[in-house]
């Protein structure tokens, strides 16, 4: 059975820095991403890691990596700078395919989530 959890989500003043993981069990996954969703917004693409590289939303850029862990099967979203407006909860995503996926209809395994506060 594939799960993904999720862990690191906390509350953080704005400027700090936070670092999710997301353990996989079941299977290994060729591609793995984070995904953010605002209380009333859509789920939004935040970074992925795939064989070819890794992709952020431009937002993130410079202040968020994606890493991952091959022999621990675990994906890490390294955050800095965090913003009020990045406030949400944050799911780790993992698919088999080659290709790095932006969006969240492309992937068929999720995590539950974990909740990231930035405060002003």
């Known amino acids: 059975q594939v799960q993904l959890v999720e862990s690191g989500g906390g509350l953080v003043q704005a400027g700090g820095s936070l670092r999710l993981s997301c353990a996989a069990s079941g299977r290994t996954f060729s591609t793995m991403g984070w995904f953010r969703q605002a209380p009333g917004k859509e789920r939004e693409f935040v970074a992925v890691i795939g064989w070819s590289g890794t992709y952020y939303t431009d937002s993130v850029k410079g202040r968020f990596t994606i890493s991952r862990d091959n022999a621990r099967n675990t994906v890490n979203l390294q955050m800095t700078s965090l913003k009020p407006e990045e406030t949400g909860v944050y799911y780790c995503?993992?698919?088999?395919?080659?290709?790095?996926?932006?969006?969240?209809?492309?992937?068929?395994?999720w995590g539950q989530g974990t909740q990231v506060t930035v405060s002003s």
């Open positions: 995503a993992a698919d088999s395919g080659l290709m790095p996926k932006v969006t969240p209809k492309q992937y068929d395994n």
